[in-house]
């Protein structure tokens, strides 16, 4: 019986397409690895950043090293940047797979939609995943449902332009009407967007997600800059305006609602008054986590072709000054959630009777008790904080 273990680097996209390799290679008889060697290696690579393209490269060094007789099968975002590279063409991941369960997470992710049409000037998505596809509704129907049906109860909806869901579908259709569908199926489960770039949350958007049943109050918008020399010379299609008053509107409809977002910092000509702009901008809306990357050019995107790069000690000051600043945002939200009321859904048992898991908020949540807690939402209340944490009663 060959042995197999998988490798994920990168996006949700990719730990779903890790997901359906895994499918795929069980049904062939392989059996999956923890601990220890393998006949058969799967990387699954990303280029999005120098670093995560570095740390895929070396995973494969390193794998090469320890077992040399071992195969090693290098797919995602690498090995289409060198099929690219080589000449072969754009490899386009195919959206007609499903799968059944995920491996390691009590919340499944679920691609319904691949590639971009943006082309954001330091982005080389495009060119390694291709323009925007989407998955038929009846395909992510009949997954969803299964995924449901195995037990998971939140089902986090992934691509990597959700926003361009549905355009190229025959007849067109949009994220929302999907939502709609999704909300109507019975049961007790919630719905999560991995991401939704701001120039998708038009009104229709806002209408649904004020009086959505089943869809978490919690948005990951990647706003990448609060500047608008900067988004202009990213190539993003909005403005600081309209993203405050995005955040400003949905706050009106829903008052606990909460964001994430992702911020670049460091691109190039951005100066410090830029990046000041960035930190007014993210003081004014108070997001609950920040991710932030800093530049990196990638080659063959227009950014890396601009001359005046920041130098690197500068963008590390921007990294601190931005970590530092986001953890006391993220204080200040968690502290608005005292006393309230969540829903949680247990993740992991840390240590017998500690549990964790996500709020609807997508709050990081530690329950302590010693009842025993049964695999579906309950409510508990928001008594304190522990770092980056909230915990609760029953
Ligand atoms: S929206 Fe922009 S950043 Fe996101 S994948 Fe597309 S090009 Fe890249």
């Keep these: 019986m060959p042995w197999i273990k998988f490798y994920t680097f990168g996006c949700k996209a990719n730990q779903y397409d890790t997901q359906v390799l895994r499918e795929k290679y ?7 690895v923890e601990n220890g060697s393998a006949d058969l290696y799967v990387v699954n690579t990303c280029v999005v950043t120098q670093k995560a393209e570095g740390e895929s490269r070396a995973l494969v060094e390193r794998l090469k090293k320890k077992n040399s007789s071992a195969q090693i099968l290098l797919v995602g975002c690498l090995q289409r940047l060198q099929g690219q590279e080589k000449g072969s063409g754009r490899f386009s ?3 007609e797979e499903e799968i059944s369960f995920f491996a390691g ?9 691949d590639g971009c049409n943006n082309f ?6 495009p060119y390694v995943r291709g323009e925007s596809r989407s998955k ?42 999907l939502l709609k569908v999704l909300e109507e199926l019975n049961g007790d489960f ?16 806002l209408n649904f997600l004020s009086q959505a049943k089943k869809l978490c109050p919690h948005l990951h918008i990647p706003f990448q800059s609060g500047d608008d020399f900067v988004l202009k010379k990213m190539n993003r299609r909005y403005t600081k305006e309209f993203a405050c008053a995005i955040i400003k509107e949905i706050r009106k409809k829903i008052p606990q609602f909460v964001f994430t977002t992702d911020i670049m910092v460091g691109f190039p000509e951005e100066k410090e008054e830029n990046f000041q702009n960035t930190l007014a901008f993210l003081e004014y809306l108070k997001p609950l986590k920040v991710h932030i990357f800093k530049f990196s050019p990638r080659p063959g995107t227009p950014a890396e072709k601009i001359k005046n790069q920041v130098k690197p000690q500068e963008v590390q000051q921007r990294f601190l000054a931005l970590r530092l600043l986001e953890k006391s945002w993220r204080e200040e939200i968690l502290n608005n959630f005292l006393g309230k009321r969540i829903s949680f859904l247990r993740e992991k048992e840390i240590s017998p009777g500690l549990f964790s898991g996500h709020s609807e ?14 695999d579906e939402f309950i409510e508990i209340e928001v008594k304190g904080m522990r770092g980056d944490w909230v915990y609760g009663t029953l």
């Design 26 to 32: 069980l049904s062939l008889g392989f059996k999956e």
């Design 136 to 177: 038929p509704k009846e395909l992510v129907l009949r997954e969803f449902t299964r995924l449901f049906k195995n037990g998971y109860k939140e089902i986090v909806l992934t691509g990597i332009c959700l926003g361009e869901y549905g355009k190229d579908l025959s007849p067109p259709s949009s994220l929302v009407d």
């Design 190 to 205: 919630r719905v999560r967007l991995s991401s939704l770039d701001p120039q998708y949350i038009n009104e229709e958007f």
């Design 120 to 125: 954001c000037s330091y982005c080389i998505v």
């Design 105 to 113: 997470h009590r919340r499944a992710f679920l691609k319904i939609q």
């Design 361 to 374: 908020h997508y709050l990081n949540v530690l329950l302590q008790t010693q009842e025993k807690i049964p």
């Design 93 to 95: 991941p195919n959206l």
